[in-house]
């Protein structure tokens, strides 16, 4: 049985606090802009040359300074709740992703990772805590508290306004304000309904070592696959692609959903070897960690293959609306946008690729710490240019990303160790478990 260590616990606390403290700091920093300071910060990114819109909203409506200036506003002040969304968003992909990870190997009966599949089940308790900080963004966005989708704005899909946007008119059906609440929530209530009942079947699978109560937990977790695919789905559409309405990808379900799932898996790595390390989880072995480091490696190359065909099909089409998003991050997100290959793509490729060194505990320790930062990257990639714009690199939007990723990465160690502490790390009823404890990678 794990015990929460108070020096942990105390440990995610003061990232909490901290993350709290650097995020209010951001905040008032950032709401003490005026609007001299942010026209002379607009007339800063003109006069360097790099005028490429960021979001499509640029080239829609009057294009005269007062109508620029008053988008510069917008997205300076769209900072802190920016911020907070690229990480809220991560952390709960990351959860909704590892309890996937988990109902493949239930469905597909496999044996190797059941060793493991305590610490799947603590992970996936941070959903509900992720999907409240989502509720909240979204009630912030639908009464207008917060300006982060374009396209909840009344006047855009309205024929008689001067900033009347045809492509969002035509969008209207799907991208609306009560139709984007009932889908938020319906993944996020969705999600915990199924993270609380296949832990409680895994519970009861132990108590009563029934081969009929395996079977519904078999069942419940093919029910989450098929949830998922939809809702994972659809979330990219809603929480991340929306954010630029004109521009859209069929690859970026699986870009996006791919990060979090590589993710995950550094996740439960870091989890299981502070287990294994700590004399909780002996049983955990080479051999599982050898496994682990194949998906770490195999997702890290998938995510690669989807990125670059996103990115190699717009950029060789070079139609200027969808060009414009990858060339909007060239011009102001070039210090973080090909960068972000290095860590998610090369590093990977070059230490992960020898079997031997998958099982090298520290080096892939090290490797899922670097591939987890890797893909806050990539999220913040996704979000910040199309909300904030050129206007990110400022110290108050350091303070507030930093503080963002602190307190939700300190809310996340909490919740996932405490429900840790409360499950048994061996689930004596699994039929599978003989087959784990014995494994043995075979090459």
Known sequence: MYSFSPKLKSASIILLVAGLVLFAAGYFMNHGLDDAKISAMMDAVHASGHTAPTHSSEMVGPQDHDSHLEHAKLQVHNSPLASIHFVAVFFFGVSCCVLFFYCIQHAAHAGWPIIITRVMEAIASYIPW????????????????????????????????????????????????????????????????????????????????????????????????????????AWAWDWLMSIDPHWYSTMYIWYSMVSCLSSGIAVIILLSVFLKKNGFLPQFNDNH??????????????????????????????????????????????????????????????????SSIKRNYKVVTVMAIVVICGHILDYFNMVMPGTVGPYWNTPEVLLLVLGSILFVAGLFMFTVLSALAKLKLIPTGNPYLHESEIYEYPF
């Open 289 to 354: 960690l050898h496994d682990l480091g194949v998906f770490l490696f195999a997702t890290s190359m998938l995510w690669t293959y989807t990125w670059f065909a996103q990115f190699m099909l717009y950029w060789y089409a070079n139609v200027p609306e969808e060009v414009n998003y990858f060339f909007g991050r060239f011009q102001h997100y070039s210090s973080t946008f090909l960068p972000m290959l290095i860590v998610n793509f090369l590093l990977p490729l070059l230490v992960l690729v020898s």
């Open 130 to 233: 992720g999907g409240a900080i989502l509720i909240i963004i979204m009630i912030l966005n639908i009464t207008h508290n917060g300006h982060l989708f374009h396209w909840m704005d009344p006047e855009l899909t309205d024929p008689e306004s001067a900033h009347f946007d045809v492509i969002l008119f035509e969008k209207k059906r799907f991208l609306n304000i009560p139709f984007y609440a009932i889908r938020t929530i319906i993944y996020v209530v969705g999600a915990s309904f199924f993270a609380w009942k296949l832990k409680a079947m895994s519970k009861k699978v132990d108590e009563t070592k029934s081969r009929v109560d395996y079977q519904f937990l078999y069942r419940w977790a093919v029910g989450y696959i098929a949830f998922f695919g939809f809702a994972s789905a």
